[in-house]
């Protein structure tokens, strides 16, 4: 049994992390302890210059150092395109592509009767409002594969002018994917998105 109040605090506060549970904390906490100076003493002091400096961009939802973000303020983004993302971290899955130079929009969810999370949740208006504002042709929906995200984007795409171009990532079998272990849906999918070769 783990002795001490404030060991038995931080593995509770770490527990709480994505990716962990109650084990990978224990494990976690023990390391830094061992390692104070090397691990605990930078980790603390990176996560305290994060806690000070980083901020929501007041465009976009992208977290950074300034605001508005370095994405928005980049005079080599296209403004013409605006990517819609459920999370800052589905942000930088697409960024490690290299190959979106467009603007971002973060939602920081997506619609969902069972958690209650309703259109003014999720900043809709605000959404609707850039897409005026930058003048946008094109929107790009890079939201998961679920069925509250595909809800998420009908709702969206009913408030956006008719005329403007409306697209989302193609869904189906994954690079390196075998047929034989696709579940039905991703096949139904990707045989009703097939493209020309």
Sequence with gaps: MIQGEEMQQAIKVLAQLPGFGQRSARRALLHLLIHKDRKMAPLIQALKTCH???????????????????????????????????????LWAMERTGSYHGLYHVLGGVLSAMDDVRPEHLGLSRLIER???????????????????????????????????????????????????????????????????
């Design 52 to 90: 000070d400096t980083i901020v929501a961009c007041r465009m976009c939802g992208h977290l950074d150092t300034v605001n508005p973000c370095h994405i928005c303020q980049s005079p080599r983004r296209h403004r013409h395109q605006l990517c819609v993302v459920e999370s800052v971290s589905d």
């Design 131 to 197: 897409v005026d504002d930058l003048q946008v042709e094109e929107v790009i929906f890079a939201l998961n594969a679920s069925l509250e995200a595909q809800t998420t984007v009908f709702v969206i795409t009913e408030s956006l002018p008719k005329s403007l171009k409306i697209t989302q990532l193609a869904q189906g079998i994954p690079i390196g994917g075998e047929l034989d272990y696709m579940d039905d849906a991703t096949l139904q999918t990707a045989l009703q998105r097939r493209g020309v070769l």
